[in-house]
């Protein structure tokens, strides 16, 4: 408790050395919070908008169409799927297919869809912006951006070709979900209608299921068990693809930046702490003469440091949970995103992103300050512990 005393108050007294030694951790400290927050928040909003508007949480299909997904692969007889975590289940069919407006043509993927089961799944139905949702066959909802490619409009004809059909469909509705695979590729159709479209033959092509957030791979894993043979449930990750491999690989960033954040908050620790440690020979010399050992003052001088980077954590993770709080309630990177879905509108992008908040971000820094103050302090503890008393003594 004396060592501790006496640490404290030359905490106090070098304020300087204190006040920069603490600024240095308070910026290592913000960094580590901020980096998780803001990876962990693209990866939830990554999730969301392929488990609430591209895709489903789970989705179950033929092996055949997982890997082909011609809808001549797809479900002649809808599978009873049960599982307890299962809360709606709604059959979908894609098809690709050519667009034709009066002045446009082009490619893409139609969707067709139950109307009033989609609502229990999916969010792209309350997100129309202009016009209404389906409700009966012979119509057709477009994403917002897709209709300015096409240059057609609410109340205007579209007419859907496929190797085995045409329609011509009424646009009823435009969708502005702010999620690039939405607004800039999404047709939806009624599922009759799709089914025309793709022979007639097939009922669907997959089957999406409604299942509580973050239980999506284990549902999906549980069902794979239970499926007949010849079936497959993946669960959002999977659908993700490519796209997830982009997510996981930038997690891998994690560990150069926070070797660059602990070799920073090392550095500060070492020079200010040996600094002190030069001026204050001839004090230590004194108080080794007076009977204090050596290891007594290594240890002061450690303590001394992790007081100062201490009062840095503290202040740093106030300031750190602060900056996480108010990202995580206000769209402040929704310009930036926004740029990211015009630039990249197949990427399943959402136009907002906001940070986690999550408490064990505090543990994480707190490590990353502890282990660079431990490798910083070997080479100050060294110098005290080869202190010779009697040179300093005479002065020399």
Do not use: C
Not at 254 to 278: D, W
């Amino acid at each position: 408790m004396s060592l501790l005393r006496l640490a404290w108050r030359n905490v106090l007294r070098q304020r300087r050395r204190t006040a920069l030694l603490s600024l240095v951790v308070v910026y290592v400290t913000v960094a580590v919070l901020f980096l998780f927050g803001f990876l962990d928040g693209y990866g939830e909003s990554l999730v969301e908008a392929y488990a609430q508007y591209v895709e489903a949480p789970v989705v179950v299909a033929r092996e055949v169409w997982w890997q082909d997904p011609d809808p001549e692969n797809g479900f002649r007889e809808l599978p009873a799927v049960a599982h307890p975590l299962v809360q709606a289940a709604t059959p979908r069919l894609s098809l690709y297919a050519l667009l034709r407006s009066p002045y446009r043509v082009q490619g893409g993927v139609v969707l067709g869809v139950d109307p009033e089961g989609e609502k229990t799944l999916s969010r792209v139905p309350f997100k129309v912006s202009q016009g209404r949702w389906l409700s009966a066959p012979g119509e057709a909802v477009l994403g917002q951006r897709l209709a300015e490619r096409l240059d057609v409009r609410v109340g205007e004809r579209l007419v859907v070709e496929t190797g085995k059909g045409a329609l011509g469909l009424l646009v009823v509705g435009l969708v502005r979900a702010g999620v690039g695979n939405v607004d800039f590729g999404g047709v939806y159709v009624h599922l009759e209608d799709a089914r025309r479209l793709s022979g007639g033959r097939v009922l669907a092509t997959h089957l999406a299921l409604k299942v509580p957030r973050g239980k999506e791979e284990g549902v999906a894993q549980a069902l794979n068990q239970a499926l007949p043979e010849g079936l497959r449930a993946q669960g959002v990750w999977e659908l993700m693809g490519p796209i997830r491999a982009d997510y996981e690989g930038s997690r891998l960033f994690y560990v150069p930046l926070l070797g660059l954040f602990m070799l920073l908050a090392a550095v500060a620790v070492v020079s200010t702490t040996y600094v002190s440690v030069r001026e204050r020979l001839r004090e230590f010399a004194v108080a080794e003469s007076l009977g204090l050992s050596p290891f007594r003052l290594a240890a002061q001088v450690a303590l001394e440091a992790a007081l100062a980077s201490g009062l840095g954590l503290l202040l740093g993770l106030l300031l750190g949970y602060a900056l996480l709080w108010y990202t995580s309630t206000h769209d402040v990177f929704g310009p930036l995103m926004r740029l990211s879905v015009e630039l990249l509108p197949e990427s399943g992008l959402s136009e907002h992103l906001y940070t986690a908040l999550r408490p064990v971000y505090a543990l994480y820094a707190a490590m990353v300050v502890g282990l660079s103050a431990l490798l910083a302090l070997l080479f100050p503890g060294r110098l005290v512990l080869a202190l010779e008393p009697t040179r300093y003594l005479k002065g020399e």
